[in-house]
């Protein structure tokens, strides 16, 4: 067995222990997520469920031959830093099990906002003949791994976050000079819907709705060849059936309900839902719980998708019918948008890919 072979049986083995109904400190680190405020527990399931649905040994076999995994393009003995994010449940889960994937040495900072829930998987991994405490090791404080150099720097956030997040790592001491740095600043995604049929509405809203509509792979922008007003009472009724199993568990501020007074003001269509909002048109993307509503064709897709380039990070699409010009390799199906296989590209970019390219310094 090789390197690769050895690394993906013991990830499939942690990931199940990890998984297992018998592990009892996920299910602690579960109550104390839910009991502390940061996610409600059917997020976190949902999550959870999602990545135990992705994870299999055909689908880390793909991956790796997908980003050309092999013994002469790994990250072996690279030391990558994942400053993971906190937006919702697991998030950062991908980038870790990719780093272990590669080879590399992983140094986790955790993100405050979701400070249980990813550990109770490394510790997994480190109960495995496999990885030492050197090889697997994190934190919640950034200042906790001063002067420890890393060759990758891994983080997503807004473009507004980089130069602060660079300005810490250098603080810190965290890089080497010439270390390389993928940086994520995608935040919603948009969706095609040329179709009205049940599946294609409840795979709508789990795609807004679901974690609040705070992930990248939320949709934000809706494009549809009909509009709001044709479709907002049928899918209020999608919309409250969600919510009556998937309540939302943060709640917008005042500013929510001042957007709605100035629709309604100006006389734009739109639906009050009072905790979202869904609106026609008016493109702002300044506040979240809002879903923008626009009539138009894949053309108009397109379009929105160039103008928001760098900010959007998948564009979702009912059916294998519809084409998106010049987006392909961005492209998924609606009913995947919030449950990707894990070998998906975040901002077009395929991490294990990126960590096993032969561009290390």
């Not at 949902?46 to 649905?53: E, H, M, Q, S, V």
Request: glycine letters at 6%; charged letters at 25%; hydrophobic letters at 35%.
């Amino acid at each position: 067995m090789n390197d690769i072979e050895s690394r993906m049986d013991t990830l499939l083995e942690a990931t199940g222990n990890w998984l297992s109904n018998d592990n009892h400190y996920l299910m602690d680190a579960i109550d104390r997520t839910v009991q502390e405020g940061y996610f409600s527990f059917r997020d976190v399931k949902y999550a959870l469920t999602a990545i135990k649905k992705s994870i299999n040994q055909t689908a880390l076999e793909d991956w790796a031959g997908q980003a050309n995994l092999s013994d002469q393009a790994s990250a072996k003995e690279q030391n990558v830093l994942c400053l993971h994010a906190g937006n919702i449940p697991l998030v950062g889960f991908q980038d870790a099990l990719a780093t272990l994937l590669s080879g590399a040495h992983y140094t986790g900072k955790i993100s405050r906002k979701d400070p249980y829930l990813l550990p109770t998987f490394l510790n997994e991994v480190k109960k495995t003949a496999l990885w030492t405490d050197r090889d697997v090791q994190w934190t919640h404080r950034l200042d906790d791994l001063e002067d420890m150099r890393h060759d990758a720097v891994i983080f997503a956030g807004s473009e507004s976050s980089v130069s602060g997040v660079k300005h810490a790592i250098q603080k810190f001491n965290l890089a080497k000079r010439d270390a390389r740095y993928l940086i994520r600043t995608a935040h919603f995604s948009l969706a095609y819907v040329d179709r009205k049929d049940e599946r294609t509405m409840r795979d709508l809203v789990e795609a807004i709705f679901r974690y609040g509509g705070k992930g990248c792979r939320s949709v934000a922008i809706v494009v549809a060849p009909f509009s709001l007003d044709s479709i907002k009472c049928e899918l209020t009724d999608y919309i409250e059936s969600f919510w009556l199993k998937n309540p939302q568990h943060s709640k917008p501020g005042p500013k929510l309900k001042q957007q709605f007074a100035y629709n309604k003001g100006i006389e734009r269509c739109q639906a009050w839902l009072d905790n979202f909002l869904l609106q026609a048109g008016g493109l702002e993307l300044d506040q979240d719980f809002v879903c923008y509503w626009v009539q138009g064709d894949e053309s108009t897709t397109a379009e929105l998708t160039g103008r928001y380039q760098g900010q959007f990070q998948s564009i979702y699409i009912a059916h294998p019918d519809v084409d998106i010009p010049g987006f392909e390799e961005r492209t998924e199906f609606l009913s995947d948008a919030q449950q990707p296989p894990i070998s998906w590209k975040p901002d077009g970019v395929d991490t294990l890919e990126w960590l096993c390219s032969s561009n290390w310094f």
